[in-house]
């Protein structure tokens, strides 16, 4: 990685950082508009998504939408119980004032001068503008967490994902640590029937999965997400290569010991490969969070939905609630933007060498 | 791989600290009646044991249903369990393939199944060439001396790891009505579009948010591959004074070239499975324009008035298919790179 060793340059030589000693080639200009334009691409969605899940229903109705999520100032006006909206007015002389106003009617309103209450304008109500602030919506993340299923939905998405990961790391590393440490009759055929599975998703036997699943009781209930995907064949291969390095001096010296299997799997050979299994781990949450087909089929009644399915079926509403939705969708992204902000590299790493997801 | 990141280490210890407790627990009390078994089997059958749990788990939520699905397919009605289902023979696959002319969708007997396949088809063409473009492109931008390369590699990765139903509603509320695309529109002077009332841009968008979502991952895998690249050819290369266009055409894209296969057909494997994103962004809409054959299946067996789960089946086995020879084709693909 060049980039963690190289020495801290000046924006001069940063700007005009090229390869080769020759003049400014096309693709150097290339590379950095490139780069501007993706962040732009990348990014902006993602902001716009964040400011908007801020706005109150009124604002983003709005159109054209504003770039902040705004409000409008209102005051206390003496004599006045109720705080009055505040509005920049253009005065019949040209000048701008900022008024109060006290009500309207049609397409006159009657306002007043919050520093001088006593004398009430009529103004024509096209010459008066809102004035506005910036002002968070926060409300738009509290009432779905309070009053609708959102921190169930939550509280499922979060169960699915430990448990099922819990499962994964348990099942897959015992079936690794047997394919790697052992020689027996069968090791190779076992191996090749388990990468054979690779060749068959979830999209190819839903209905009779489906089956299964109705028949073991689980429809409805979180069994039914967390068990069907719990073997993968990726997180055998990615431990079983891992545990490969591990020496076999370890292991005989530990059985000398007179250890036990169980005791060498998890006291000797599971430590050593926690490397592996961090980065089987990290995939596996982010699986989990973010499956959303199969929930979809086995999981019917509100009560048992993951933050997905809840999402899902939110936006699908006839009346849809779009200030809920942005909130709760900035909600469903945040684990996501945690685990990237602190193992990125780790997972850019992980994924560049085995070329899983 | 992971050892020779510090991180790792770091993340390895954290992992064992926080989250490892209750495995250490569920340890200890597998522990006894584990070992009371390697006592009476002996340690040579020990590796059956542990491979036990996962072969169970792959048997009944893989390999039986691989098998069920086949003799799904050859069933009708509507019911559930398959022993309350009559045998029809080959009849849901006659069904499926009855079509006066097969390059006519609405010829078709069942056309919704041919709309999907014909829209997946589709799909894929512009979303697996345009993705790999834009994925050799960043790749190439990135492999270059550039500053904060980890973080340009973040900005392009991130998406990645985006729930499929984040990215489709972060990108439904952009292409709205009123949305802010719309928005830009007007500000230009130009007309609001309905995106999601044109089949013709309900499709684009479709392509465009899944290569929005998914070019990081591909964009990694190949500029693994051309940081594997020797140097020194490169530097061969700038001493003949070779021209950079030259250089890309004769040194870096025919040793990117075992990658950028396994990219093509991990991006068509992924392609053909086309589902979650479009499926929130658009429903399938407007009308079937963005049905795929996933979304199929899905409705025939699991949303339609008449669960028609041998039909789905069988449809199953068409995609299962296509996905074996594309999956076929990826293994040799790894296998001919890896071995270069």
Redesign the interface.
């Known amino acids: 990685?060049?980039?963690?060793t190289?020495s801290p340059?000046s924006v001069k030589t940063?700007l005009g950082?090229?390869?080769?000693r020759g003049k400014m080639?096309w693709?150097d200009v290339?590379?950095y508009c490139?780069?501007g334009f993706?962040?732009f691409?990348?990014?902006a969605?993602?902001v716009?998504?964040v400011l908007?899940s801020f706005k109150t229903p009124a604002g983003l109705?709005e159109?054209?939408?504003t770039f902040l999520p705004l409000g409008q100032i209102s005051v206390e006006v003496d004599g006045y119980d109720e705080p009055l909206l505040l509005f920049d007015v253009t005065m019949e002389d040209g000048s701008v004032q900022q008024l109060a106003q006290v009500r309207r009617i049609g397409i006159m309103a009657q306002m007043v001068d919050p520093a001088d209450p006593g004398e009430r304008l009529q103004i024509p109500i096209a010459s008066r503008e809102p004035v506005r602030e910036m002002r968070m919506a926060w409300e738009n993340y509290r009432d779905p967490l309070e009053r609708f299923n959102f921190m169930r939905y939550l509280w499922n998405s979060v169960i699915v994902t430990f448990a099922a990961t819990?499962v994964t790391?348990?099942?897959?590393s015992?079936?690794a640590?047997?394919?790697s440490?052992?020689e027996?009759r069968g090791?190779n055929a076992?191996m090749l029937?388990?990468i054979g599975?690779?060749?068959?998703?979830i999209?190819?036997?839903?209905?009779?999965?489906?089956?299964?699943v109705?028949n073991l009781g689980m429809i409805n209930s979180l069994w039914a997400v967390i068990?069907?995907?719990?073997?993968t064949p990726t997180g055998?291969f990615l431990l079983r290569q891992?545990m490969l390095t591990i020496p076999r001096d370890l292991i005989e010296a530990a059985r000398m010991d007179k250890a036990?299997?169980?005791?060498i799997?998890?006291r000797v050979v599971m430590?050593l490969a926690?490397?592996?299994?961090?980065?089987l781990?990290?995939f596996s949450i982010?699986w989990r969070?973010?499956e959303?087909?199969w929930p979809?089929?086995v999981l019917n009644r509100s009560e048992v939905y993951t933050l997905?399915v809840g999402?899902?079926a939110f936006?699908?509403e006839l009346d849809v609630q779009?200030h809920y939705?942005?909130a709760m969708?900035v909600v469903?992204?945040i684990p996501?933007v945690i685990?990237?902000a602190f193992?990125?590299?780790?997972?850019?790493?992980?994924?560049?060498?085995?070329?899983m997801? | 791989?992971?050892?020779?990141?510090d991180?790792?280490?770091g993340?390895?210890d954290l992992?064992?600290n926080v989250?490892a407790w209750?495995?250490r627990i569920?340890?200890k009390l597998?522990?006894y009646p584990?070992?009371a078994i390697?006592n009476v089997i002996g340690?040579?059958r020990?590796?059956?044991?542990?491979?036990l749990?996962?072969?169970a788990?792959?048997g009944?939520?893989?390999?039986?249903?691989?098998f069920?699905?086949f003799a799904?397919s050859l069933t009708g009605g509507t019911e559930?369990?398959?022993s309350e289902r009559p045998y029809t023979g080959g009849e849901q696959y006659g069904f499926l393939f009855d079509c006066d002319n097969y390059a006519d969708p609405l010829s078709c007997r069942e056309d919704r199944f041919w709309k999907g396949i014909f829209n997946t088809a589709v799909f894929i063409f512009f979303q697996v060439s345009f993705m790999v473009l834009f994925s050799l492109?960043?790749a190439l931008?990135l492999n270059?001396?550039?500053?904060?390369?980890?973080f340009?590699?973040?900005?392009?990765?991130?998406?990645?790891?985006?729930?499929?139903?984040?990215v489709a509603?972060?990108?439904?509320?952009?292409l709205l009505r009123?949305?802010?695309l719309?928005?830009f529109l007007?500000?230009i002077g130009l007309d609001r579009i309905l995106f999601f009332v044109s089949p013709e841009w309900a499709m684009f968008w479709a392509v465009f948010v899944s290569i929005?979502a998914h070019m990081g991952?591909y964009t990694?895998?190949l500029?693994?591959g051309l940081q594997a690249i020797q140097p020194d050819l490169y530097e061969a290369a700038?001493m003949d004074g070779t021209s950079?266009e030259r250089v890309f055409f004769r040194i870096t894209l025919p040793l990117l070239w075992p990658n950028m296969l396994?990219v093509i057909v991990?991006a068509l494997i992924k392609g053909v499975?086309v589902?979650?994103e479009v499926y929130?962004l658009t429903?399938g809409g407007p009308g079937t324009a963005t049905q795929f054959i996933?979304q199929y299946?899905?409705n025939t067996?699991?949303t339609n008035q008449v669960q028609n789960?041998g039909l789905?089946?069988a449809a199953?086995?068409v995609?299962?298919v296509v996905?074996?020879v594309l999956?076929?084709t990826q293994l040799a693909a790894?296998r001919r790179r890896d071995n270069d």
């Open positions: 990685m060049t980039d963690a190289q340059r940063l950082a090229r390869r080769g080639h693709t290339f590379t490139y780069l993706g962040l691409l990348m990014f969605p993602v716009w998504l908007s109705q159109f054209p939408p819990m790391l348990l099942i897959n015992m079936a640590y047997g394919l440490i052992y027996f090791r076992i029937f388990v599975t690779l060749m068959i998703p999209t190819v036997i839903l209905v009779p999965v489906y089956l299964v109705t068990l069907p995907g719990a073997a055998v891992y036990s299997e169980w005791q799997y998890w430590p926690m490397p592996a299994v961090a980065v781990a990290i982010m969070w973010n959303f087909l979809l089929i997905q999402l899902n936006q699908g779009w939705i942005l969708t469903t992204l996501v685990v990237f193992l990125q590299r780790f997972i850019t790493t992980g994924i560049a060498s085995s070329g997801k | 791989m992971a050892h020779a990141d991180k790792a280490t993340i390895g992992l064992q989250v209750p495995i569920l340890f597998i522990d584990v070992t390697q340690i040579r020990m590796p059956w044991l542990f491979l749990p996962n072969l788990f792959f009944m939520f893989v390999i039986i249903p691989l069920m699905n799904y559930l369990f398959i492109i960043t931008v270059r001396e550039i500053r904060g390369r980890g340009w590699r973040a900005v392009f990765f991130f998406p990645v790891l985006l729930s499929p139903v984040v509603l972060i990108w439904k509320w952009i009123d949305g802010i719309n928005a007007v500000s929005w991952f990694l895998i500029l693994a700038e950079k396994v991990l499975q589902f979650d929130v429903g996933v299946i899905y067996a699991f789960f789905a089946s199953s086995m995609l299962g996905l074996f999956t076929l790894t």
